[in-house]
């Protein structure tokens, strides 16, 4: 098979798993609203079905952007980071809820606009946001969405208090994607999935995925460029 061969077989593939993620979405969200009608109906909670079912429909949407964004030349533009953290936390909050956990947002100061491509990075925000609620072990946990000054640039991601995420950890799950079922499996029993579908996005938006600190949680983040330009999206 010639390379022109393997171009067309990936492409076949990517277009596969494009269709079933969407078809996957119209079960997934008949099971949800089928869910909420018999908890109102019978009075009992159901909320490992509701937080199976949000987890996956929002994979799924990451993972659908991820798959339209690679069909397209990204081009940056000077985007609000606070804007697109507001967005990531409404989006998240009902998943964190079936975790029992809290959402918070830490936006300290100003910021001007970043340069980087507004769906890649929210896209990739609530992909990092699905990772680290997913790993919370303790009822009432504090699930971060923060912003700070690192020297010349702006650092943005999910942060929490969850022990097992380093440098190190994330170094080896990306050796292990596709390869172990638990690639972080020291952070995290799940597959993590959103964590390797944000990275795949950051890096499309011309920055990286990082373990970072944010005043006294630990969490995923990236570094972006601040914008000369005014304009915003």
């Known amino acids: 098979m010639n390379r022109a061969d393997d171009d ?66 990204l081009e940056l533009e000077p985007v609000s980071v606070s804007s697109v953290l507001y967005e990531t936390a409404r ?21 001007g606009p970043v340069m980087s491509h507004r769906a890649a990075l929210s896209a990739a925000l609530v992909s990092m946001g699905t ?30 208090s969850t022990k097992g995420l380093g440098d190190k950890v994330l170094q080896q799950g990306r050796a292990l994607y596709g390869r172990a079922r638990q690639p972080l499996q ?13 990275d795949d996005l950051l890096e499309m938006a011309g920055t990286q995925l990082r373990v970072a600190q944010h005043k006294n949680q630990r969490g995923l983040a990236t570094m972006l460029e601040p914008s000369r330009q005014l304009a915003l999206v």
């Open 8 to 73: 067309r077989s990936l492409s076949s593939e990517n277009r596969l798993l494009l269709v079933l993620a969407e078809e996957l979405k119209l079960p997934l969200l008949h099971v949800s609203q089928q869910t909420e009608l018999y908890e109102q109906t019978h009075g009992i909670s159901l909320d490992g079905i509701h937080a199976s079912t949000q987890h996956a429909l929002l994979l799924i949407d990451s993972y659908v952007t991820l798959h339209t964004l690679r069909q397209q030349r």
């Open 91 to 111: 989006v998240l909050q009902p998943l964190a809820a079936q975790y029992h956990c809290k959402i918070a947002l830490q936006i300290d100061g100003r910021y």
């Open 131 to 160: 990772a680290l609620i997913t790993a919370v072990k303790q009822p009432d946990q504090q699930v971060t969405l923060g912003v700070h000054r690192a020297q010349h640039n702006i650092v943005a991601g999910v942060f929490s």
């Open 186 to 198: 020291s952070f995290t029993p799940h597959p993590a999935a959103g964590v390797f579908i944000a």
